[in-house]
């Protein structure tokens, strides 16, 4: 029999047809990760994800948690460096990242599965002290700060800046907070809310070590992402995607932001 014969006729069978097709598409999706846990990978970036009292937690950390509850589904969370995990997410089927910003040179390795949490960047430098950046451009006459392969270097690598020359890179973002205060480099480029948080881990007002410079929309009009990479299937990402569409429909999102901002 024709499938399209068992669900009525016209606009409405169309529909309801295409319901079918795709409740079976994702269906496949969530069937070919029963096997085990979804790998998850993240890194140390306070407050959206870190590791305390060994377990990873943060605001996209627990939005994830709540994606995968949602769809029924068991993750297994590892932390590492974060050029590690955006290498090994970038080329293995199924491996799921976050936060992770999207940029228009990303997009070409991965499958976005949608915001998870909100994001401002700045180049931060130090109270009272003058600065006279008024553009990238001009930025590029100091050195700045970054973490090796975060979105903040990349963005800065594509717009010129040079990699042991105006920019120092290093492996945890903790380290250009205190090189800043101790003038070892003379920038920093970092969202606002983690760059706030790890001067009150170091027990300090971050209005009195940290001034906002320069303000880089390219990285603050969306957020941070939860993605896969693009050997990754489509139906994988598509089943992600209605994970987080419900989460947001149903109030566990705003709620999660709510605790956390």
Known sequence: ???????????LRRRR??????????GGAAGAMADGPVRILTE?????????????TG???EVVEAV???LGLQGHIQSMPWARAYETARNTPGVLIYSIGRTPERDKYFKWVGVIAPTVYYLYGQPGKAYRVDSLEAAKTYQIGTVNEDVGE?????????KG?????????GHNYEK?????????????????YLARQAGDDPARTLAKVYRIPELSSDGYYMAFGMHTPDATVALFRTGLEAIKRNGTFDRLQRKWL
Not at 17 to 26: D, I, K, N, Q, R
Not at 154 to 162: R, S
Not at 187 to 193: P, T
């Open 154 to 162: 990349q963005f800065l690598v594509g717009q010129g800046f040079v």
């Open 59 to 61: 605001l996209a950390t």
């Open 68 to 70: 995968l509850k949602e």
């Open 1 to 11: 029999m024709d499938l399209s014969q068992l669900f009525g006729s016209n606009g």
């Open 17 to 26: 047809l295409a319901c079918a097709v795709a409740l079976l598409w994702l």
């Open 180 to 196: 800043l205060k101790a003038g070892r480099i003379d920038l920093w480029i970092m969202s606002e809310l983690t760059a706030n």
């Open 165 to 173: 020359h105006n920019l120092q890179s290093s492996v945890k973002y």
């Open 44 to 56: 140390e970036f306070p407050p959206y994800n870190y590791t305390a009292q060994g377990k990873i």
